[in-house]
């Protein structure tokens, strides 16, 4: 009996063939816009002590409450599978001194994510975000940068029907007074809220604005908005952000409604859609953070950034602009024509030293006849072939189909001083 197949964990899925290659061109776009602008990679580990994301992304919030997947190590200490990265972000900005450096310090990752969800088209358990975080600024133009970067990103991979939704939430101080306007609006309507959202009016009050529950949808239609009672400060903020999306001429609607799913935004929240998407309509989204980096223990910094889905992008993205670049082609293919071990090696030896030398080489590694790797040859479309023997070997121009004999040893040369002289 044969034991049974084992498959990819539900949720997940294998990376190829083309798939592979539109990830790669995504990469590259998204790698030349935001290096462009200034913003370093970073990688964080794939996990974090549960502890990061329990104080970074909140308590309330449904990642921390049920989306995480969470272990202990060997010695009983509590981690979680990353399920966003903004926390890490700002954690290694603490860890490594990155207030020292001229600030705002502009990171930039692609890197994947783990969340406990219902798997489903455009939802997954692990998936993929290429993100971009400023941190050590409050400038409205870090926003407004920050926010028009994706939409270039979006329109760069042609990301269709896309609308860009913009608030502000206020600082932590002017939300205080807010929250216990609408704490007061929510307990006077209790009756007519979902479960979900009736629990959580002490906790998260701001998330009633995300339900699709009916009774509570009419409550939030009168619920006092945010929008309208910032302070000054922030609504001057809001109103400079604004200005300068306008100058980059980023279209968005205001959304006085908008709430993000973490608990650490401050001021500008922001999120795009695309209605080519269906149901997962979410393509990226962020905001600022300006208390986060000194929940985690680092000195007070302000933050702002993003994260947008890759998956996403890739489905709501015009497949013929991530047509990633064909392979470097083959500059020199090694066949040989003795399976001998002595021409094997002197085979193998010439293409170790010609992509020493810098070239592009390949040979057969399936023991094939020398009809067999030739063919092979031709469907790389190989420029030059060198055929070793036991006696000599052969150098073959696959363009003008020129051949000559010449010393294994000066293979490498006369490709070199070959290409040269096309
Ligand atoms: P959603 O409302 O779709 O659950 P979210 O608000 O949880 O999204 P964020 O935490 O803001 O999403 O993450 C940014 C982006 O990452 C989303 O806009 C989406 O493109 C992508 N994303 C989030 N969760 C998943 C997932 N489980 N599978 C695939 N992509 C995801
Ligand atoms: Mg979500």
């Known amino acids: 009996m044969s034991d049974s197949k084992i498959k990819a964990p539900r949720g997940t899925f294998d990376v190829l063939g083309d798939q592979a290659a539109s990830r790669t061109a995504l990469e590259v776009r998204a790698r030349s816009i935001l290096e462009g602008a200034g913003y370093e990679r970073i990688e964080t580990p794939a996990f974090e002590a549960t502890e990061l994301f329990a104080r970074g992304v909140g308590e309330s919030t449904d990642i921390v409450k049920k989306e995480m997947f969470t272990f202990e190590d060997g010695a009983g200490r509590s981690m979680t ?10 954690r290694a900005y603490v860890e490594h001194g990155m207030h020292k450096r001229r600030q ?57 029907d896309v609308r860009l939704r913009l608030s502000s939430l206020g600082s932590v101080e002017s939300r205080s007074e807010y929250r216990e306007r609408l704490q007061a609006h929510l307990r006077a309507h209790e009756d007519s809220l979902s479960e979900d959202v009736r629990s959580r009016i002490e906790l998260n009050p701001l998330r009633a604005f995300d339900s699709d529950h009916p009774g509570t949808r009419t409550v939030m239609a ?21 200005a300068l999306l306008d100058a980059a001429k980023v279209t968005y609607e205001i959304d006085s409604t908008l709430v993000r799913g973490l608990d650490y935004y401050t001021r500008t929240v922001f999120e795009f859609t695309s209605a080519s998407l269906g149901a997962q309509s979410g393509v990226g989204g962020g905001g ?11 000195p007070a910094t302000p933050g702002m950034g993003w994260a947008a889905g890759i998956e996403r992008i890739l489905l709501a993205g015009d497949r013929s602009q991530a047509t990633p670049a064909a392979p470097p082609p083959v500059e020199l293919f090694v066949a040989i024509d003795d399976q001998g071990h002595d021409v094997r090696a002197a085979g193998f030896g010439l293409v170790s030293e010609a992509r020493t030398a810098g070239l592009t080489a390949q040979m057969d590694l399936g023991g094939r006849s020398l009809k067999g790797q030739l063919g092979h040859a031709n469907a790389l479309g190989a420029r030059f072939v060198a055929i070793v023997g036991v006696e000599q070997t052969t150098l073959r121009d696959m363009q003008t189909g020129d051949q000559q004999p010449v010393a294994t040893d000066a293979v490498v040369h006369a490709v070199l001083r070959g290409q040269h002289d096309l």
Do not use: M, N
């Not at 599978?81 to 700002?90: D, H, I, K, S, W």
């Not at 930039?108 to 400023?134: D, I, K, N, P, T």
């Not at 600022?288 to 680092?298: A, N």
């Open 104 to 160: 705002p310090v502009k990171l930039w990752y692609l890197s994947s994510f783990f969340r406990h969800e219902r798997a489903q088209a455009g939802r997954y358990r692990e998936f993929w975000q290429v993100g971009a975080e400023a941190l050590g600024s409050e400038d409205p133009a870090v926003d407004a940068e920050s926010i028009t970067l994706l939409a270039t990103l979006l329109a760069e991979t042609g990301v269709t």
């Open 81 to 90: 599978l990353r399920p966003e990265g903004t926390a890490p972000v700002c």
């Open 288 to 298: 600022r953070y300006d208390g986060l980096v000194e929940r985690l223990g680092g």
């Open 222 to 242: 009168s619920a006092p908005r945010l929008l309208e009672h910032l302070s000054t400060e922030d609504a001057a903020h809001f109103e400079q952000v604004r």
